[in-house]
């Protein structure tokens, strides 16, 4: 490519372009940049600190609009009102319109000083790629590539090879369509966002249309082959040339548009019949140019409500109140030589396929008019619809997308109302049970073992886990928070699984030692536990942390499936936790059908690792369906899938808690001794010192009474003189065998003497009033 000059054509359309988006014309107003804190008194009238964009915005009185220095890497200054009747930040975010990136002036002067525009578009390619954008950079990026389209039609004139000509232009057609597919990916929604609703309409009827430039200029030139397609991941571009003598009709996409890209499943479809174009053909042929957007539809949102249908009975009949119009289709264009709102003799079939299927009715076909920058019905109409798909005709070429109401009746927000009850209640539940179990484990005194430290890890990590997806899954306004607490449900949902698959290697270690005591491990456990979750949540977000946190939930973004950061991991845990446990399974029954090769303590320890294998694996099995549920709930979204999470979320609680504490027979000796031990709990729930440390002096038995045995002083057994029991103490009819002979002196100076067991009983003192008879 050669150096190219500006004409003055150009600095005129570029000047226009930069009026539109307002960039140099906007009116300062006035702002304080740092408001004194107002007296407690006072602060009913100003709009409250925030952190937004990583800018702190100080207190500022309602109807003024604060003003801040751009973040860093940008310059410019950004912009917040403060609304009034109540204070309040207008806008979910601040306008950061004129915050433009450093390398944005470095591309103007370059393609003012004449260099290549092919490749400047390629190195912009490469930015909007890999670089976080500003609200400011979205603008300029379209003036830019405004400037290099602009610059490429007044060079390729000049260019007498067709071959060489047709060249230049798709290397640009395909630097223009990835610049404006990186525009529209979602870690850029953010860059939108600090643009306001008017300009985000402004800017992506500009993108669309310097599309259209580019493929048109390549269209024009193209006398290689008959048809050309190209797919970036958020718009599919096809040129054709079709010969009106020899096709029907021409239909986009064809195959051969979408196979092996990500456009495969793609559902809408334009229908053109070639008797429409018999008007527009030259010599027979004619060129159409068809394209396809992703996400567009959500920066060109209603202004204003379309005029409702009066034909429409869905009010009427269904009951259906507080309905919002949005754009519930792709964009989906097709234009013929060049030329928008074509009048075709037959009119055109468009079949758009619904983003949203619930709760939406009334649908109209609609196009983007880029003059008046509104979506407008004229000359399209409904032909039929169903809960998926909307079938549209028109009389001529354009943009087409689908309007349509969502609307919610009575019916609805009461399953809502009984949906977030439930879900908050089972949650809830879940949280309790955790905690309790973490609590005994902790405090309980004398227990000890690896296994204990291991299920107190357990049941701390799924109780954070919990706290961390009730309170942030729906902190979608802040995109830093929003990412910090998807990452933290990734580490601790991570640091869960992985401490399940150590307590199977445990249990392994332990059948493997066969049952002997070993050496703890606790402190290597801890090191792999919470060590390599953070390695994994570490390399996924330098990897991609825009992949943090999508529109709806804080979570993994699934539609990338940047979700399997988590999965892969998790289920690889969960795969080689079961493999352990089941060779456990299998060693323990070997070991136990040679019993004679071991001890015979072994067959109970044998008994009790078969046990705590299937606690173990019912526990795996309980974790695994719970959150499996809850990512089938963030993908879905539906009232199922919250029904399911909650059960299973309180389902494994409860099971914990069970295992854990109840069924764990260390954790009941160690809590009930603790339990006794208490010093403040009230004397009938804890055992007497004094109780424990003095012997009874007789057992009594079912009215009968026994001397028990008492330590003996220089060979001699003997005990003093024993306090008569009254009726009250009285027990369960036994036998005692004495152990030795000792004389016991009673209260009437009788003594009663005592064999090597023999059966010694005694009648109540029901029975006698004056002592004991034999």
């Known amino acids: 490519m050669g150096e190219f000059s500006s004409s003055t054509g150009l600095l005129d359309r570029t000047s226009t372009l930069k009026t539109v988006f307002h960039l140099h014309t906007e009116t300062t107003p006035t702002f304080h940049n740092w408001q004194p804190s107002p007296s407690f008194s006072e602060r009913e009238e100003f709009c409250a600190p925030t952190m937004a964009r990583n800018i702190l915005w100080n207190w500022t009185r309602q109807g ?48 003012n000083g004449g260099d290549s525009v092919v490749g400047i578009a390629a190195e912009l390619a490469v930015i909007t790629r890999t670089k976080p954008l500003f609200g400011g950079d979205i603008t300029q990026t379209l003036v830019i590539l405004h400037r290099l389209v602009s610059k490429l039609e007044d060079r390729v004139q000049e260019i007498t090879d067709d071959k060489q000509r047709y060249q230049v232009i798709r290397e640009m057609l395909q630097s223009v369509q990835e610049v404006s ?90 229908l053109l019949p070639a008797a429409a174009l018999l008007g527009s053909a030259l010599n027979g042929v004619v060129k159409v140019v068809f394209v396809a957007y992703n996400r567009v539809e959500e920066f060109l949102s209603l ?74 019905t004229k000359g399209c109409w409904l032909r039929k619809t169903n809960t998926t798909h909307t079938v549209c005709s028109c009389n001529h070429l354009t943009n087409f ?50 296994r204990s430290t291991i299920h107190k890890n357990i049941s701390l990590c799924l109780f954070l886990a919990e706290a961390v997806f009730i309170g942030g899954i729906d902190q979608i306004n802040n995109r830093i928070l929003c990412g910090v607490v998807a990452g933290l449900l990734h580490y601790f949902l991570l640091v869960v699984f992985v401490w399940m698959f150590l307590e199977s290697f445990q249990l392994f270690l332990m059948v493997m030692k066969t049952f002997k005591a070993e050496k703890s491990r606790w402190k290597w456990y801890c090191f792999l536990g919470y060590g390599f979750p953070v390695v994994v949540v570490g390399v996924s977000a330098i990897v991609d942390p825009y992949s943090y ?41 070997y070991k136990v059908q040679n019993a004679h090769t071991i001890k015979n303590k072994e067959p109970t320890k044998a008994s009790n690792v078969r046990i705590w294998c299937r606690e173990a694996l019912l526990i795996v099995l309980v974790t695994s369906l719970t ?49 006794h031990q208490v010093d403040w709990l009230p004397k009938c729930c804890r055992k007497s010192k004094t109780q424990d440390s003095q012997p009874s002096l007789y057992v009594h038995t079912n009215g009968l009474m026994t001397a028990a045995p008492v330590p003996s002083i220089s060979g001699q057994h003997s ?45 109540s003192p029901i029975y006698s009033h004056g002592g004991f008879t034999n």
């Open 64 to 111: 003024e609009v604060a003003v801040q220095q751009c973040p860093g890497g940008s310059t410019g200054r950004s912009r917040w009102q403060c609304g009034s009747s109540p204070p309040r930040w207008v806008g979910s975010f601040p306008d950061l319109s004129n915050c433009q990136s450093t390398w944005v002036e470095s591309l103007k002067r370059r393609i």
């Open 181 to 270: 597919s990186n525009l529209l990916e979602e870690f850029q929604n953010q860059s939108w966002l600090d643009l306001p609703v008017s300009q985000q309409r402004l800017a992506t009827s500009a993108l669309i249309q310097r599309l259209e430039q580019i493929t048109w200029l390549l269209a024009d030139s193209q006398s290689y082959g008959r048809r050309f397609s190209r797919a970036e991941s958020n718009i599919l571009v096809s040129i054709r040339l079709v010969e009106t003598w020899a096709a029907s009709v021409v239909y986009f996409p064809v195959p051969e548009d979408v196979e092996g890209t990500r456009w495969y499943r793609m559902e809408d479809s334009i």
């Open 303 to 376: 202004e204003i409500n379309l005029p409702v249908d009066m034909g429409s009975t869905v009010s009427s009949v269904t009951g259906l109140t507080n309905s919002t119009q949005v754009i519930n289709s792709r964009l989906i264009s097709a234009s013929v030589d060049n030329f928008r709102m074509v009048k075709l003799h037959q009119p055109v079939t468009v079949t758009l396929r619904h983003l949203q299927e619930e709760n939406m009715s009334n649908p109209r076909c609609v196009f983007w008019d880029f003059d008046s920058r509104q979506w407008s």
């Open 401 to 450: 997308a689908l309007v349509m109401e969502v609307t919610v009746n009575q019916a609805k927000r009461t399953e809502n109302v009984a949906v977030r009850i439930i879900f908050t209640v089972g949650c809830a539940l879940a949280l309790f049970f955790l905690l309790v179990t973490f609590v005994i484990l902790q405090f309980v005194r004398n227990l000890q073992g690896v």
């Open 549 to 589: 946190g999508t529109m709806s939930f804080c979570w993994l973004k699934m539609k990338n499936y940047y979700v399997f950061s988590f999965v892969g991991p998790a289920l690889a845990f969960v795969v080689v936790c079961v493999f352990f446990l089941v060779l456990i399974l299998c060693q323990v029954c």
């Open 627 to 675: 959150w499996g549920s809850a990512l089938w709930f963030l993908f879905e979204g539906t009232s199922l899938t919250a029904y399911v999470f909650a059960v299973l979320n309180c389902l494994q609680g409860v099971i914990i808690f069970i295992i854990f504490c109840i069924r764990d027979l260390e954790v009941r000796k160690a809590f009930w001794k603790t339990h």
């Open 719 to 763: 005990v003093g003189s024993p306090v008569l029991p009254t009726p009250t103490s009285v027990t369960s009819l036994s036998s005692v065998t004495t152990p030795t002979m000792e004389v016991i002196e009673g209260p009437s100076n009788v003594g009663y003497q005592v064999n090597h067991h023999e059966f010694y009983h005694t009648r």
